[in-house]
């Protein structure tokens, strides 16, 4: 069974970088490779999402202080995380699937494939 394993996460302090990792263990034809975060008690909450194509997508709390890439072809995918703030402090979660539209592609209902998260904590 395919699985996404996330890595990257830690603890910084405010303004810090860290800079998030994730790879599945096996093929798969991907389209669409995303990161949620979920905050303790809330719902997964898109990030940024990066498809085939190249085309990037942002939610606006981390435009312009996070930037996605990655690798369709090879299922990884990596998230630069700059200029921290505490309100990032949430745990990190990949996602993937074959197709999706482009408006939602920051949906978490849109994936099907997920991996266990990475905590990332930013203390003021």
């Known amino acids: 069974q395919l699985q996404y394993v996330e890595s990257g996460g830690g603890s910084v302090q405010a303004g810090g970088s860290l800079r998030l990792s994730c790879a599945a263990s096996g093929r798969t034809t991907t389209y669409c490779m995303a990161w949620f975060r979920q905050y303790a008690g809330k719902e997964r909450e898109g990030v940024a999402a990066?498809?085939?194509?190249?085309?990037?997508y942002y939610a606006d709390s981390v435009r312009g202080r996070f930037i996605i890439s990655g690798d369709s072809a090879k299922n990884t995918l990596s998230l630069q995380l700059n200029n921290l703030q505490p309100e990032d402090t949430a745990m990190y979660y990949c996602?993937?699937?074959?197709?999706?539209?482009?408006?939602?592609?920051?949906?978490?209902?849109?994936?099907?494939?997920w991996g266990q998260g990475t905590q990332v904590t930013v203390s003021s």
């Open positions: 996602a993937a699937v074959s197709w999706v539209a482009s408006a939602w592609a920051l949906a978490s209902g849109s994936y099907n494939a």
């Open positions: 990066i498809d085939s194509d190249g085309r990037t």
